[in-house]
């Protein structure tokens, strides 16, 4: 039997019921690969026991940060900020033989879809997905706060050793067309990335305004760009598929307890690649 490339994201395992989704989640063959597109959790102990876990039981199984991960909360004992803690992310990933955006990609060609290039990214936002009517970061940020619609991030996201959260995303921006130029160019793309690379996929949102926090306008055409198959990813919360000139866009987060549990239970990773799309 060969095997599947799935994805989910979004795991939250602070939430003890999630944890118990963890705890029970297997794989339909020994040679499935599980992409996780971020926020696994906060804590350093909590990612590493989740990553740990799931590697035990998938032939592969590749990491792109979430925001929550890059949060430093107090009761963490490992303090790390900003890049550094990135940084400790990625050597805790490799010491699991878990891939992250900083290593090679794969390539799946274990089943149907194959082969594809598997791009886990990191790319942070800018704040270009803007309120309308709002000319820049500073105007944006005020009708956040005057709605009463702000990220924890502004808390708890440090971007140490950067200036801003926005000077980060452009350095990974620039990183990561270094890397996916490196890439085989004969081949099509998986994209992960934990925030949508297109605004589209926000514009449905309960609280517009969070979508500030969603990603950033200089990766909408990435999906062309970079060839690829389908692109996944997380934040939102909001589990659909959405396209965008003819990419399947897949959001696979599972979600808090008091969202997944209206719609009668978590559901578990999605298949990313399908016969019938390749």
């Known amino acids: 039997m060969s095997g599947t490339l799935f994805a989910i994201s979004d795991l939250h395992v602070g939430y003890p019921a999630n944890r118990t989704v963890v705890e029970e989640l297997m794989p339909e063959s020994p040679d499935d690969w599980l992409i996780v597109a971020g926020d696994v959790s906060e804590r350093f102990a909590d990612i590493e026991w989740v990553l740990a876990t799931l590697r035990e039981r998938y032939a592969k199984v590749i990491w792109a940060p979430g925001n929550h991960e890059l949060w430093t909360p107090k009761d963490d004992p490992v303090q790390l900020r900003g890049e550094e803690r990135y940084r400790g ?77 926005e000077a980060w995303c452009e350095v990974r921006i620039a990183e990561t067309e270094r890397l996916l130029a490196r890439r085989d160019p004969a081949l099509p793309t998986v994209l992960v990335n934990h925030y949508p690379l297109v605004r589209e996929p926000t514009r449905i949102l309960r609280y517009p305004e969070f979508a500030l926090w969603c990603g950033t306008e200089r ?57 019938e799309e390749r």
Request: with cysteine.
């Open 89 to 165: 992310l990625v050597d805790l990933c490799r010491g699991l033989d878990v891939l992250t955006p900083e290593d090679e990609y794969a390539v799946w060609d274990g089943g149907p879809g194959g082969p594809v290039t598997v791009a886990p990214l990191f790319l942070l936002y800018d704040y270009t997905f803007r309120p309308a009517g709002t000319a820049d970061k500073t105007e944006a940020l005020a009708v956040a706060y005057e709605s009463g619609v702000v990220c924890a991030d502004e808390v708890l996201l440090h971007h140490d050793p950067y200036p801003s959260r």
């Open 219 to 275: 990766t909408a055409d990435w999906h062309l760009r970079y060839n690829a198959a389908a692109m996944i990813y997380g934040h939102l919360h909001i589990p659909r598929v959405t396209w965008a000139d003819g990419v399947r866009f897949e959001e696979v987060s599972l979600g808090y307890p008091r969202e997944w549990t209206p719609r009668g239970g978590p559901h578990g990773p999605r298949r990313v690649l399908r016969a």
